[in-house]
């Protein structure tokens, strides 16, 4: 049976929330050759964004099953936020082709426009999007906020957010007075210390600390992967005499390895060519040499009014080959603890290449793994580990490394969950594995993994039976995966006919509740699970009905009389289910 694909918004949002930064010179967002100042619009250097301003518009209504643009039209900050979190596109069109941040930018809603934005939704100028929203705004604050955003780097990815965030929690690396973090201005302010996580090497230049852990480093630079096997391999201080040796730049090479993107003072980037030369960060080294010649030669008219001590140099790792970020990088040592991992009790510490300091324990397996990693990206590794430290604090036995044991989990399923933590996607997956997939994430704390093993998924749902199609419909439902349960009520929205012949699809309708109220009178989108009530999940056929509305009654004149049909032929089928389970029933007693 050929089934026709309903066409998919992927999301394209990012999980890391920063505060607003001040003015910047941005030199370079994405590569070496951009230039850019920032805004000197007059009317709007007046005016400053306080707190009190993101909390002074109320939205207009609740809207809990709305979908993005109702909740963005609404202010509806809650549902908002919900919808954002699973995975919603935030720069999906609607049928008149507007995004969710336009209709938060004409109602005014502050705190609505500035969760959008830090999500990632387009606001920058001389894009249909962003020019949208910036003659839309319903006041000057609101454009304030729009450019305060374009001069921001684009958000970061999970596993770059997580790193950096236990970057910024280690006491050494946070700067609030603007000198502790290197003269980086905003990037120092994001640290917090509920993502503290203790280092294990400390280095100090120019007399000022900079905490950073043993596998990140490695990872990163062959250099560091040298020292720490070798001389620094003991050590829990590095301290470098040298006073040539530039703390900012240092700093900003580290925080690079965490994060993939370099933000430095142009006054540093000298010195921070230097460094990449002995750290043999070939690919960057490159990079900013290229910038540098650049800026020899250019005329940066738009930055005469500026000290140099506020340009900066802002480097996204996509301008790197695929093989220098933080990706590749930390799938190199996954592959690597994946070959030194066993079967036997074998815990010991003899692998120092792959800088192991923990070992988790699943069916019979001993994954060989990294503190940071794991506590970075999932909260119940964070207080499992913490636990571990507190039990074997005080103790001299360091020939064995600790060890946690999980249960209830098979060791296919770990590969893949911890490939995940270490590279922030699946290359591929077993369809056989996915249940299993979803349940770990719920009960590991790792929300976005459903996400990623949504990805790997999609395409094998291209070619899926209609009994396949029902079967990844109430496993998505069940465990809140808003992208495949999506896809697969669009496919069932698309093909209605041809499922409605399948007896796999009849039999699903009589394990869902009953539609919700006449169905003429529902006029809201589909919504993501979440509503009001205190209910998790949407009602199924509510949404399924909803989406085939939009297909067969494009016209609000017809919208009721197609609700009929839907609830017509839904009776029809639901009947036919009953009967085929009756006669099922007694032919089943006729032969025992």
Excluded at 49 to 62: I, Q, V
Excluded at 477 to 499: G, H, P, Q, S, T
Aim: proline share 5%; aromatic share 8%.
């Amino acid at each position: 049976m050929m089934l026709n694909s309903p066409v998919q918004s992927l999301p394209s949002r990012g999980y890391m929330l920063e505060q607003l930064p001040p003015p910047i010179a941005i030199l370079s967002t994405t590569a070496a050759t951009m230039t850019t100042s920032p805004p000197h619009a007059t009317d709007l250097e007046s005016i400053s964004l306080e707190p009190a301003d993101f909390l002074s518009t109320h939205p207009l209504k609740k809207v809990p099953h709305g979908d993005v643009f109702e909740a963005a039209r609404a202010g509806d900050v809650e549902r908002l936020s919900y919808l954002l979190e699973s995975g919603v596109n935030v720069n999906a069109r609607d049928r008149w082709d507007s995004v969710a941040l336009y209709y938060a930018c004409l109602a005014g809603h502050l705190d609505a426009a500035r969760m959008l934005l830090e999500s990632g939704a387009i606001c920058e100028e001389h894009t249909f999007e962003g020019d949208r929203c910036h003659y839309a705004a319903l006041n000057l604050k609101v454009r304030k906020l729009l450019k305060a955003f374009e001069a921001r780097p684009p958000p970061l990815g999970a596993l770059q957010g997580d790193l950096r965030e236990v970057f910024f929690g280690c006491e050494g690396n946070q700067g609030g007075d603007g000198v502790g973090d290197g003269g980086l201005g905003f990037l120092g302010q994001v640290g917090s210390s509920s993502n503290h996580f203790p280092s294990d090497i400390i280095f100090y230049a120019q007399g000022r600390p900079i905490e950073a852990h043993r596998v990140i480093l490695s990872a990163r630079s062959a250099f560091f992967k040298m020292k720490f096997e070798t001389e620094w391999k003991d050590r829990a201080e590095v301290r470098f005499s040298k006073e040539k040796l530039s703390y900012p730049a240092l700093y900003s090479l580290i925080h690079f390895f965490y994060a993939d993107r370099l933000e430095i003072a142009v006054d540093d980037m000298e010195d921070l060519v230097r460094i990449c030369k002995v750290c043999k960060c070939e690919s960057l080294r490159k990079v900013l040499e290229k910038e540098l010649n650049h800026q020899r030669f250019a005329d940066y008219k738009a930055l005469r009014e500026i000290e140099s001590s506020q340009r900066r140099f802002i480097l996204q790792s996509s301008s790197l080959p695929e093989e220098d970020r933080l990706p590749a990088a930390l799938h190199r040592i996954f592959q690597i603890c994946l070959q030194n991992s066993c079967v036997e009790q074998d815990m010991d510490n003899r692998y120092v290449e792959d800088l192991a300091d923990i070992c988790v324990k699943v069916d019979g397996t001993v994954f060989r793994c990294h503190q940071v990693v794991l506590a970075s990206r999932s909260d119940y590794f964070k207080t499992r580990i913490f636990r571990i430290k507190d039990f074997l604090n005080g103790t001299d036995d360091s020939s064995c490394l600790p060890c946690i044991e999980e249960n209830d989990l098979s060791k296919e399923a770990f590969e893949k969950m911890i490939e995940y933590m270490y590279t922030d996607a699946l290359r591929d997956i077993d369809p056989e594995q996915v249940e299993e997939m979803f349940d770990a994430a719920s009960r590991y704390f790792l929300l976005p993994l459903k996400r990623a093993v949504a990805d790997a998924l999609l395409p094998h749902l291209e070619m899926a039976s209609p009994a396949e199609v029902c079967h990844w419909l109430l496993l998505a439902d069940m465990y809140d995966v808003v992208k495949i349960r999506e896809y697969c009520l669009d496919m069932l929205a698309c093909n209605f006919k041809a499922f409605s012949d399948t007896r796999e699809f009849r039999a699903m309708l009589l394990t869902l509740p009953p539609p919700s109220g006449d169905s003429s009178l529902r006029t809201t989108a589909p919504s993501a699970p979440g509503t009001e009530g205190g209910s998790n999940q949407a009602n199924l056929l509510d949404d399924l009905r909803e989406k085939w509305l939009e297909i067969e009654a494009a016209d609000l004149d017809e919208r009721d009389e197609s609700a009929f049909e839907f609830d017509r032929q839904l009776k029809e089928l639901i009947f036919m289910a009953e009967q085929e389970q009756l006669d099922e029933s007694q032919d089943s007693t006729t032969d025992q």
